[in-house]
């Protein structure tokens, strides 16, 4: 079973930035996609930002400018700047490793809070 390892959440300011990172316990010479995902209170979870195996990015449209999704292929780890951070920002974080279409793992969340 593959564990994915998140760290970086936190309560910053309006304006502020956070990173977050997240790494799988197993590396692979070929992965699908990694990515972050955000689920708010009483919302649905969504979309942030996703990389796949060639580097290509996809931002929501709510992040895009702001967030800067990266990833570390020889450590496995996916990374997410979060900068001008918005109090709707507020959430927690869930990465997603997807090593094959058929291969989908989550991370336990982390949390990011954002104040007015």
């Known amino acids: 079973q593959v564990q994915l390892v998140e760290s970086g959440g936190g309560l910053v300011h309006a304006g502020g930035s956070l990173r977050l990172s997240c790494a799988a316990s197993?590396?692979?010479?070929?992965?699908?996609?990694m990515g972050w995902y955000r689920q708010a209170p009483g919302k649905q979870r969504e979309l942030v930002a996703i990389i796949n195996n060639d580097g290509k990015t996809t931002y929501a449209s709510s992040v895009k400018g702001r967030f800067t999704i990266s990833r570390d292929n020889a450590e496995n780890t996916v990374y997410l700047q979060m900068n001008s951070l918005k109090p709707e920002d507020t959430a927690v974080y869930y990465c997603n490793y997807r090593p094959g279409l058929s291969m989908d793992y989550w991370g336990q969340g982390t949390q990011v809070t954002v104040s007015s």
């Open positions: 197993e590396t692979r010479p070929y992965i699908y996609d």
